[in-house]
């Protein structure tokens, strides 16, 4: 049996929690060199512009005081990038986990 391309099956949110726990497990360690977090970087930005899609057309999103507000955080946190060092690229990438996640809860059905 297919899935709808737009569905989130429980193989997707696997693969979308190893991505927010290397996200999790890359601050308060020994710095990853910069261009792993760069591409663990771009991971979480695509998955997170997937699941705002998502969790903003759910019905009933503008009217979810909290769905507004972990994906107006999340849009900030895109926005704001890797900042200028190694230091403030990991901080980054920890947001954006923490980001992903709550959007990953806001999306279940």
Same mark, same amino acid.
């Given at each position: 049996m297919r899935t709808a391309p737009d569905e989130l099956t429980e193989v997707n949110r696997h693969v979308i929690m190893k991505v927010v726990r290397a996200g999790q497990r890359m601050y308060g360690r020994p710095p990853e060199p910069y261009p792993v977090v760069q591409e663990l970087h771009q991971t979480l930005v695509s998955h997170i512009q997937q699941m705002l899609g998502r969790v903003e057309a759910r019905t009933g999103h503008a &009217? &979810? @005081?909290?769905? #507004?507000q972990v994906c107006a /955080? $999340?849009? %900030?946190? +895109? $926005? @704001?990038? +890797?900042? *200028?060092? !190694?230091?403030? =690229?990991? %901080? =980054? #990438? /920890?947001? !954006?986990a =923490? *980001?992903?996640q709550d959007l990953l809860r806001l999306a279940a059905p």
């Open positions: &009217d &979810d @005081a909290l769905s #507004v /955080n $999340a849009r %900030a946190h +895109l $926005a @704001a990038g +890797l900042g *200028d060092g !190694l230091i403030s =690229a990991l %901080a =980054a #990438v /920890n947001r !954006l =923490a *980001d992903l």
